[in-house]
């Protein structure tokens, strides 16, 4: 027999007063769009509803909306400061030769040059060395593939992120 009743830091973010939900949607990713578009569509009964929602809002982001949503994350390698899930969502560079995130460093900038913004992955899980080999595969892609590949490594960072919060304890 299953549960039918909503979990419970899920339960709690469906009665969020708008600006606090909107907080939390923006831990979760950059875009205004996106967040507008899960915000709207509670309450959600159960984390499936919230990815389904996360995945519909992801496919329909605008170029400027990807753009937003880039915005919200640091390079490879450099996590930002204080931000935990940057961090955590990163470790597999913690242990990196300075070699390879010189390298990184290098092929984040060739990167960024070529289609004007960071190499996004979802890095969590991924090696430093898996990373680099990523960047290099998609540093050729044309502009077109590679805001597509950038739109479904967001769509998995941010089910991770949603996942982390509706499986919160109180």
């Given at each position: 027999?299953?549960?039918?009743s909503?979990?419970?830091a ?14 939390v949607?923006h831990?979760?990713?950059?875009s205004t ?14 984390a499936d ?14 170029a400027?909306?990807?753009?937003e ?14 931000d935990?899930?940057?961090a955590?969502?990163?470790?597999g ?17 060739a ?5 004007g913004?960071v ?5 969590t ?19 077109e593939?590679?805001r ?23």
């Amino acid at each position: 027999m299953t549960s039918t009743s909503t979990p419970p830091a899920l339960a709690r973010f469906n009665v969020l007063e708008e600006h606090a939900a909107l907080a939390v949607l923006h831990e979760a990713c950059a875009s205004t769009t996106w967040a507008a578009r899960l915000l709207g569509a509670r309450p959600y009964a159960c984390a499936d509803d919230l990815y389904s929602a996360s995945d519909a809002a992801m496919a329909e982001l605008t170029a400027e909306d990807l753009a937003e949503a880039m915005a919200g994350h640091p390079p490879i390698g450099r996590p930002k400061p204080g931000d935990p899930a940057s961090a955590r969502e990163q470790r597999g560079m913690a242990g990196a030769s300075e070699e390879l995130r010189a390298e990184m460093l290098e092929l984040n900038l060739a990167y960024q040059d070529r289609f004007g913004h960071v190499f996004l992955i979802c890095a969590t899980g991924k090696t430093g060395e898996q990373m680099r080999d990523a960047v290099r595969a998609r540093i050729g892609n044309s502009p077109e593939q590679e805001r597509e590949t950038v739109r479904t490594e967001l769509g998995k960072i941010n089910r991770i992120r949603l996942a982390r919060l509706v499986e919160e304890d109180a």
